[in-house]
């Protein structure tokens, strides 16, 4: 059963728009939050994370928010740029074992020129 | 960002044969992770390590084992590969107190 879901296996965007990618978790315990932006053949980069006992966490042109009661997260991309173009995953862990993470199934953003 | 490296990146071999993946990392991290991905598909954790001579299997089953003997070591091996263990295999670690994980790039595996 996948606690973390990511329910869009895609995004198009536009070159200097903003671009929202979404994520919600089903597991009440997990209190940390991270994305990863993923090439093909290549390691997932992380990106930013959040605490669950913050709502926003910003960095440049990424920010996480974070809405506990709806068990939904949030990451925008302000403004996009072709480089942005990856996949994007979600993750989120608990304090159980050593802070293992469980992962969405990715959303692909595509940033058009 | 913790320096991680796999080796080999691409590996390309035949049923029944036995293959080490190799993940090694500079950061002194404690912790160190193997995860498997299929294309399109989440990363499943297939076994962890709190340090030196602590292994754990992760949530996903897996024929796969791993030691750690050194702290910046932490090899996986398949005794007999088999065309289902075809997948990316990431590694990864975080500090002891951190709860950031640092992937490596990634080995291919290709199993005939």
């Known amino acids: 059963d996948q606690q973390v879901k990511q329910n869009s296996p895609s995004l198009s965007v536009q070159e200097g728009r903003i671009s929202i990618l979404n994520c919600d978790y089903t597991?009440?315990?997990?209190?940390?939050f991270l994305w990863y932006k993923k090439y093909p053949a290549e390691g997932p980069t992380f990106l930013i994370s959040?605490?669950?006992?913050?709502d926003k966490n910003e960095d440049g042109r990424f920010t996480v928010f974070l809405n506990k009661s709806a068990k939904h997260l949030s990451l925008h991309i302000v403004p996009s740029q072709p480089g942005d173009s990856a996949v994007y995953f979600c993750a989120a862990s608990d304090q159980t074992g050593a802070n293992n993470l469980f992962f969405g199934t990715g959303t692909r953003l595509t940033v058009i020129p | 960002e913790a320096d991680i490296y796999q080796t080999p990146r691409y590996l390309v071999i035949g049923t029944g044969k036995k293959i080490t993946l190799e993940c090694s990392q500079t950061m002194g991290h404690d912790k160190m992770y193997w995860y498997q991905q299929d294309p399109g598909m989440e990363l499943h954790l297939i076994h962890y390590?709190?340090?030196?001579?602590?292994?754990e299997k992760g949530d996903l089953s897996s024929e796969s084992t791993v030691s750690r003997i050194r702290t910046e070591h932490f090899p996986l091996t398949l005794e007999s590969a088999r065309p289902s263990h075809t997948s990316q295999y990431l590694c990864?670690?975080?500090?002891?107190?951190?709860?950031?994980?640092?992937f490596g790039p990634g080995t291919r595996l290709t199993v005939l």
């Open positions: 597991n009440s315990m997990f209190d940390y």
């Open positions: 390590s709190y340090g030196v001579n602590s292994t």
């Open positions: 990864a670690s975080s500090a002891d107190r951190g709860r950031t994980q640092y």
């Open positions: 959040i605490s669950s006992i913050k």
